[in-house]
């Protein structure tokens, strides 16, 4: 059977109604979230709501914390956020980690043909046999295809002519002028009465909201292409220097006066403008006053976000994040021998994919020996945000280390205390347990006879099929399982291709990792490194997940589109776990079946596991800053540490833990969103237990998923999964899910092993 692939074949009929929806949903003006403070800021490269100012432990607030706005003020810097790191390394974030695309993609790829015009795609023809397959699998994809794959068209989308276009300046001039128009008309005026301006006010407000986003959601992501261009850094400093003045002396108040509202106050604007107020901003409003218990008094928060922009701890973790992007390190090209500096993409790509172990430990040891030179760098900024950390805790009363994120989050304490400790237990059983089965394989398939970290992420390779796709061909995989489960999610993935709102080539100069940014108004747009691995293609499931998501659900308006991080995920992960299925149905051989579910299970431990694994390591650093400085070395210790508590011991199940001792140096999570990281664990378990909900009834299941997902922020997560049946509040759903999730793959995949004989 042949299939035609391009970027231009799919259906382009979508894309203006698309489009449509888009200037639709910005005319009524429907606000954006105050819940997207909770993701990554793709200006700051830094989380709304982590902007501290500095380590140092005065007891002057406004020199030691972070604005309450840049935490909980709907106009903090969510308008501009992604759902990822865009500084993260492939192999330190799960959702890159994706072995779960291993032969299953192989195997759709070496069952078909493919052909395009495109220059970027290569045509590969294999009819079942064997000689073809192996062909396809050493085939790489070139210099010149990487070069010719789709950019995004951000001057199209936000129309603007580049990012030093004079439009800018004169739409942010207008900005201000509404800014202190907005402050003068309704500071101190809140309060129900005889005007009852509340919904005057959210509306002016939103109106703001939304032209602030336009402005610069263009021109950070334009930067995150032109990191080495220092006038392009210059051009975003800027316009955030002006952003931090609008905030701090003219928007800071407002959502300060919202928290502080009497709820007497708020009920009786509630009953006012045929309930209005109510039915569109209830959720926002019950947002901003989440935050009372932890505002300061608005003279120190207003100062802190004017300060913002100038001087603290953001300055420190961007720089971390440019320097980390620049990061070059020798690898020695297979065909012609000679020795070249790459990016950390291409490295970590080649280790991740490379079926010879002796090739991944080389790697590892290359990756673990640069980053030695990087972790004073790495050391200083962590210093910076969990000193700053620290402060805002101890000011603001929060209760614990994670506190402050889980009140962000609208998740107790104690769920994720729960959420932790099942990992800890039950999670690293089923870890152990999986890790030895995968020992046992690579001996029976590779000769393995020591197992180390390098091997943790490799391929079972026993399949038939392929381990590079064009761009075309990874478009086509993912819209077949999207269009399974959903036409629906398939139409909006199939207009975010169209409409060029993908940027695809791992360049050199660009943010390393992947996102998708929600750019309200204008967007999703997804930045990506693309080099054709397996994982990629995943990372093309994932990151189209959120772009579906934010589609869904900006009819919640600016203010209340954005999910909580516990929801976040939902999309992303379940757009991979339903192409997965759709691939894992097709498997052709006992042999394709086994490789596919062994790499979605390393792909829920990468998500679980080793997730709350980073989680322990950061607790392990803040509580050590409590007490002053915490050198490198300190942080190698801990990162140790946290390898044994979640792995086990050397020779336990690793026989080695060689070139590992410096990989914490280039986790940027740690740095751009603190204790962010159960969030993943969060939500795979949450996909698990609804992937689980749909194999048992899927009548009926599109439409309650697409309900979750168009609800954006305006649900909690308990609320959310009530229709699914689902109870998380449970003592035992963490671990039912993990058993039921991890362990009935884990279950599949021994019986496979032993049918093979991989297993005795």
């Known amino acids: 059977m042949n299939h035609a692939i391009s970027s231009t074949s799919l259906s382009s009929s979508s894309s203006s109604s698309f489009n449509e929806a888009l200037k639709t949903t910005t005319m009524k003006k429907t606000a954006f979230s105050a819940a997207s403070r909770r993701v990554f800021n793709v200006v700051f490269s830094t989380p709304k709501g982590q902007n501290q100012f500095s380590t140092t432990t005065s007891v002057k ?76 699998k050493t085939s790489s994809m070139t210099p010149e295809e990487i070069a010719s794959q789709p950019r995004w068209e951000l001057e199209r989308h936000f129309e603007y002519d580049s990012p030093n276009d004079g439009k800018i300046d004169r739409e942010m001039d207008a900005i201000e002028t509404q800014c202190k128009e907005f402050k003068a008309k309704y500071e101190g005026k809140l309060k129900a009465g005889e005007n009852n301006l509340l919904l005057e006010a959210i509306e002016m407000f939103e109106e703001i909201d939304i032209k602030l986003t336009r402005a610069l959601s263009y021109v950070s992501l334009a930067s995150d292409t032109r990191l080495e261009d220092a006038k392009m850094q210059q051009r975003k400093a800027q316009l955030m220097q002006r952003y931090g003045s609008f905030q701090g002396n003219f928007l800071q108040w407002f959502s300060l006066e919202i928290a502080n509202l009497e709820e007497d106050d708020v009920e009786k604007q509630y009953l006012l403008h045929d309930g209005k107020l109510k039915t569109k901003y209830k959720a926002f409003i019950e947002e901003e006053r989440r935050s009372k218990p932890y505002n300061l008094s608005k003279e120190v928060e207003r100062a802190l976000t004017v300060r913002s922009a100038f001087a603290g701890k953001r300055q420190v973790v961007e720089f971390y994040g440019n320097e980390l992007s620049r990061l070059r390190f020798p690898m020695k090209d297979d065909e012609s021998g000679e020795t070249k ?45 969990a000193g700053s950390w620290h402060i805002e805790n101890t000011e603001r009363g929060f209760k614990n280390l994670r506190s402050q994120r889980n009140v962000s989050n609208n998740v107790p304490d104690e769920a994720v205390d729960s959420l932790l400790t099942a990992v800890k237990t039950t999670g690293v059983d089923l870890c152990k347990k999986y890790y030895r089965l995968k020992k046992g394989i690579l001996k029976e398939t590779q000769g393995l006879e020591e197992f180390t970290w390098a091997d943790r992420n490799a391929t079972i390779d026993i399949g038939t099929g392929s381990d590079s796709y064009s761009w075309e061909q990874a478009v086509q995989i993912c819209k077949d399982g999207y269009e399974k489960f959903s036409p629906t999610m398939a139409k909006h993935f199939t207009d975010m291709v169209e409409s060029k709102r993908i940027d695809v080539p791992a360049a050199d100069g660009k943010r390393g990792g992947a996102y998708c940014s929600s750019s309200y108004g204008c967007g999703p747009f997804q930045l990506l490194n693309f080099t054709g691995t397996q994982r990629d293609v995943a990372t093309l499931a994932h990151e189209s997940g959120h772009g579906v998501h934010f589609i869904l659900s900006y009819q919640q308006g600016i203010l209340q589109y954005h999910p909580p991080l516990t929801l976040a995920e939902t999309a992303s992960i379940f757009g991979e776990m339903i192409v997965f299925r759709d691939l894992l149905e097709r498997a052709p051989s006992d042999q394709d079946r086994l490789q596919m579910i062994m790499g979605k299970c390393d792909d829920i431990i990468n998500s679980v596991v080793r997730q709350c694994s980073f989680d322990a390591f950061e607790a392990k650093v803040h509580e050590k800053r409590q007490n002053g400085q915490v050198t490198p070395e300190e942080m190698t210790e801990a990162w140790k540490e946290c390898m044994v508590d979640y792995y086990g011991e050397e020779g336990d199940v690793y026989d080695s833990y060689k070139d590992t001792s410096h990989l914490w140096a280039y986790v940027s999570h740690f740095h751009n969103v603190p204790f962010y990281v159960y969030s993943y664990a969060f939500a795979d378990l949450v996909v698990g237990a609804l992937y689980g909900v749909y194999a048992k009834q899927p009548e009926g299941f599109e439409e309650k998923l697409l309900d979750l997902l168009s609800a954006g922020g305006t649900k909690g997560f308990v609320e959310a999964l009530a229709p699914f049946g689902l109870d998380p509040a449970s003592d035992t759903f963490w671990s039912d899910a993990l058993t039921a999730h991890l362990g009935g793959l884990l279950d599949e995949a021994e019986q496979l092993a032993k049918k093979l004989n991989y297993q005795k």
């Not at 030695?372 to 210093?383: D, I």
């Open 61 to 136: 607030a406004t020199t030691t914390m972070s604005s309450k706005s840049s935490k909980n003020s709907s106009f903090g810097f969510g308008r501009w956020w992604c759902l990822t790191s865009q500084q993260q390394p492939k192999s330190s974030r799960h959702h890159l980690l994706r072995n779960t695309f291993t032969k299953q993609l192989s195997f759709f790829k070496a069952s078909s043909s493919y052909s395009s015009s495109s220059s970027s795609s290569r045509a590969v023809t294999v009819a079942g046999a064997a000689s073809s397959a192996k062909e396809a």
């Open 341 to 385: 500096e790459v990016n950390m993409e291409v490295l970590l790509a080649k280790m991740t994919s490379s079926k010879d172990t002796k090739t991944r430990r080389e790697c590892m040891n290359i990756l673990n020996e640069g980053l030695v030179k990087f972790e004073r760098t790495c050391a200083l900024s962590l210093n910076m945000v």
